[in-house]
């Protein structure tokens, strides 16, 4: 599976930015699908993640709560891509963002060990 990631750049507070993943190879509907970031300095943090279409095991989002309300995780799987979009940004939302896939286990879904698949990443700046 290879995942390559588009959109972020550099944006004001307050301004709403859109980030995509297209994945190819060997998808599958099943796979869990999500977002994590890493900051100068610090290391990778969990944002948001779908599960796989027809889950029956609950809510098919989950958020981590520095961006719950704010950001929202869809995906077409019709289209094999996923976008993480972001409103109202701020500068603590700076980093870059890695898109991920897998089928982590249950205790791992928010954990970025969980994920096989890695994008190469896209950074997403934020200024006062």
């Known amino acids: 599976v290879q995942l390559v990631e588009s959109g972020g750049g550099l944006v004001q507070a307050g301004d709403s930015v859109r980030l995509s993943c297209k994945a190819s190879?060997?998808?599958?509907?099943?796979?869990?699908m999500a977002w994590f970031r890493q900051a100068p300095g610090k290391g990778r943090e969990f944002v948001a993640r779908?599960?796989?279409?027809?889950?029956?095991?609950?809510?098919?989002?989950y958020y981590a709560d520095a961006v719950k309300g704010r950001f929202t995780i869809s995906r077409d799987n019709g289209d094999n891509t996923a976008a993480l979009q972001m409103n109202n940004v701020k500068p603590e939302d700076t980093a870059v963002y890695y898109c991920?896939?897998?089928?982590?286990?249950?205790?791992?879904?928010?954990?970025?060990?969980?994920?096989?698949?890695w994008g190469q990443g896209t950074q997403v700046t934020v200024s006062s």
């Open positions: 779908i599960s796989w279409s027809g889950s029956w095991s609950g809510d098919s989002t």
């Open positions: 991920a896939s897998g089928r982590p286990a249950p205790s791992s879904r928010t954990d970025s060990t969980g994920y096989a698949y």
């Open positions: 190879g060997r998808t599958s509907s099943r796979d869990f």
